[in-house]
């Protein structure tokens, strides 16, 4: 959005670090000082009012965690001369509970997108239908029948706003449509994006504004039940973006969302994810009244704005994962344990390195995502083999069914090549002595948020024999938990100074 039309103040500088009292859960830094943020919000205090609650008719002051995400937002990049060039994202999402005023920053980031964006702006208010369309845009809407200088600009309409002036427009847009393809838009904001049940129309959206200078595409949204879906995969990929698992500084992403495995109780945790419960403008007895009257999986989606995750399929009882936590690093003068869990041609595959330390078992996950054209077997040799250059690697434990060629070349170069068949008889006692081991805080992780996705992902499912893991009814990736099982069992299996036959012995 660059200024030719508005006359406001130029970017400054504003404050990069959120406050830890309302900081996302997962968020991509900022690199840059120069933002439009700040510009934006005191358009909104000059421009808006309160619609609702006891303040409504005051003007519209952003809480300071508003005014930070709006300042991340919109933040600019910066000339070799320090001076603000194009802004630096293309694509963003933003992920809120229920009552954190997503309609507001919509129809804020809306309206001045008309004012101060590029001459001819198109703005786009999306979702799924045109009634939930409509909820940002008649925010919007009902804060230009409220402006006097707003209403002098706008021409409004039952479906868009119009400011000839500016030559710019907002309107209202949903999936149920047609036409989409041939429009050109420069901001589009679209809402609830979990409900999008494919891919088109975000594909259309974003892939239509070409001839823009700074197109950009703002997801706000709540979680929802599919990672396999636009929002879950953009959901995952910024997680790994905001912990530098994988690197993009054109995505942004802003996530409020409590610990996965948190007691829906706990005050701390409706804090994590609430970001307007420090600002003292929500009524905790509400949200008392929500957890003890709602479904579980209900209230951890719209309250603690947690992708669904069935309680009672859950493997590991709550907060036993987190509390496993630990600055503990892989000592390259101690030998390790690897687990991996090969995958067909369009899943995920994960390599789990696992380290006795003591009492403790150090972990270390290694996880690899599709490419268009199938996995990237290459790339996870190359990897292993680095494993066994930098450290002493008693055993790659390896499930023979998708990774048998690979293991063979691998044994070739001299890596200690372990079949670990997952079968019921293999798994079951495997998969019991992970449990018990986290449980009792023996594991130390890094938080890496796809290996603690993948590890709370995974369900029990029943067997004659006992129970082992399964992706349960989520369907989410738990590949880098069978990695970890693997790896763990025989890390702990007794002699640890035997080293197992590799996979040539077994094979001869």
Same mark, same amino acid.
């Given at each position: ?67 930070? =995400?709006?300042? +991340? ?7 070799? #001369?320090?001076? /603000? %060039? !194009? &802004?630096?994202? *293309? ?124 197109? =950009?595409?703002? +997801? ?7 990672? #396999?879906?636009? /929002? %879950? !995969? &953009?959901?995952? *990929? ?124 150090? =972990? ?13 077997? /290459? %790339? ?129």
């Amino acid at each position: 959005m660059s200024s030719p039309n508005y006359t406001g103040k130029s970017p400054r500088v504003d404050r990069l670090s959120p406050n830890k009292a309302w900081a996302p859960a997962f968020f991509t830094p900022r690199i840059w000082k120069s933002t439009d943020g700040i510009d934006a919000v005191e358009f909104a205090r000059e421009h808006f009012v309160v619609t609702k609650g006891v303040r409504a008719g005051e003007p519209l002051d952003f809480l300071p965690w508003q005014r930070w =995400l709006l300042g +991340a937002l919109l933040e600019r990049r910066e000339t070799p #001369e320090g001076k /603000a %060039g !194009r &802004l630096r994202y *293309r694509r963003a999402l933003i992920g809120l509970p229920r009552k954190q005023g997503k309609s507001l920053i919509g129809s804020t980031l809306g309206i001045y997108g008309m004012v101060a964006g590029e001459a001819g702006a198109e703005v786009y208010a999306v979702a799924a239908d045109r009634q939930q369309a409509r909820i940002i845009f008649n925010e919007a809407k009902q804060q230009v029948l409220m402006s006097p200088m707003l209403m002098q600009e706008c021409k409004v309409y039952r479906d868009a706003l119009e400011m000839p002036r500016f030559g710019s427009i907002f309107r209202v847009l949903s999936s149920d449509v047609k036409g989409q393809a041939g429009l050109n838009p420069s901001l589009v904001l679209f809402d609830e994006l979990w409900t999008q049940k494919t891919d088109d129309l975000w594909d259309q959206l974003t892939l239509g504004s070409g001839a823009r200078v700074e197109p =950009l595409v703002v +997801a706000i949204t709540t979680a929802g039940y599919d990672l #396999e879906t636009t /929002a %879950g !995969r &953009l959901y995952q *990929r910024g997680k790994r973006i905001a912990g530098g698992e994988e690197v993009d500084d054109t995505f942004g992403m802003w996530w409020w969302e409590s610990p996965a495995d948190c007691d829906i109780h706990d005050r701390k945790a409706w804090k994590i994810s609430n970001p307007n419960i420090p600002a003292g403008l929500m009524d905790l007895h509400d949200m008392e009244v929500a957890s003890r009257q709602s479904a579980e999986n209900s209230f951890r989606r719209w309250r603690l704005n947690q992708w669904a995750r069935t309680s009672a399929e859950s493997w590991l009882p709550a907060g036993a994962w987190d509390q496993c936590a630990s600055t503990l690093d892989l000592d390259p003068d101690l030998p390790i344990w690897v687990g991996i869990d090969m995958a067909m041609k369009h899943d995920s595959i994960a390599v789990v390195t696992c380290q006795p330390q003591g009492d403790r078992l150090v =972990l270390r996950s290694k996880i690899w995502r599709p490419a268009d054209d199938g996995v990237d077997v /290459a %790339g996870v040799e190359a990897y292993l083999r680095d494993l066994h250059l930098q450290f002493t690697v008693r055993e790659f434990v390896f499930d023979p069914a998708y990774f048998l060629r690979s293991a063979e070349a691998l044994s070739d170069d001299g890596l200690p090549m372990v079949e670990f068949p997952q079968s019921g008889a293999r798994m079951v006692p495997a998969c019991g002595n992970a449990y018990e081991l986290i449980v009792a805080g023996r594991v130390a992780h890094d938080g890496s948020p796809t290996f603690t996705d993948h590890v709370l992902s995974a369900a029990q499912r029943m067997s004659d024999s006992g129970w082992r893991l399964s992706k349960g009814k989520s369907k989410r990736k738990i590949d880098a938990c069978i990695a970890m099982v693997m790896a763990l069992d025989r890390a702990t299996s007794k002699p640890r100074e035997v080293v197992a036959p590799s996979v040539l012995d077994i094979w001869s």
